[in-house]
């Protein structure tokens, strides 16, 4: 079993910035990938940025390119991602997934758990 904890979040203004954490714990082992997910009240999961735990690879979608960065500290089985130029479209539950296939795209249901979430909201 995989646990995944994320903190970090908040409240936040517009045009600010936020780092988000998922602490990763219990059978951690092989090719495994974190992705960052996000859901606005009554909005599909949407993929946020991914990262391959093996090589620090990283993949984000189109509209996030430039906003936010995926990073992992291996020594402490963590995953962040940094948000800047927050806006308050950005408002929404966030998520870190594991996957231990490797994989660390935007099809979530190809993760194989998930955290609790962490709430950001951004104000105008």
């Known amino acids: 079993q995989v646990q995944l904890v994320e903190s970090g979040g908040g409240l936040a203004q517009s045009g600010g910035s936020l780092r988000l954490s998922c602490a990763a714990s219990?059978?951690?082992?092989?090719?495994?990938?974190m992705g960052w997910f996000r859901q606005a009240p009554g909005m599909e999961r949407e993929f946020v940025g991914g990262i391959s735990w093996r090589t620090g690879t990283t993949y984000y979608p189109a509209s996030m390119k430039g906003r936010v960065t995926v990073s992992r500290d291996n020594a402490k089985n963590t995953v962040y991602l940094q948000m800047n130029s927050l806006k308050p479209e950005d408002t929404a539950v966030y998520f870190c997934?594991?996957?231990?296939?490797?994989?660390?795209?935007?099809?979530?249901?190809?993760?194989?758990?998930w955290g609790q979430g962490t709430q950001v909201t951004v104000s105008s």
């Open positions: 997934a594991a996957d231990f296939s490797g994989y660390y795209g935007s099809e979530k249901d190809a993760y194989d758990y």
């Open positions: 219990g059978r951690i082992f092989g090719n495994y990938a």
